[in-house]
């Protein structure tokens, strides 16, 4: 998955966890949390 399409996935499955995220992708939930925060707003 693109970091694109895991932000896409993960704004569209609101009650899915990072943990749960993880596991899907392989990615480490550090690396989760820069992927979906990249480029937000705060």
Do not use: C, F, W
Not at 3 to 28: A, F, K, V
């Amino acid at each position: 998955m693109t970091h694109d399409e895991i932000r896409e996935y993960y704004d569209s499955h609101l009650n899915m966890t990072l943990r749960e995220l993880s596991q899907m992708t392989g990615l480490s939930i550090p690396v989760l949390k820069a992927i979906i925060l990249e480029g937000a707003v705060i």
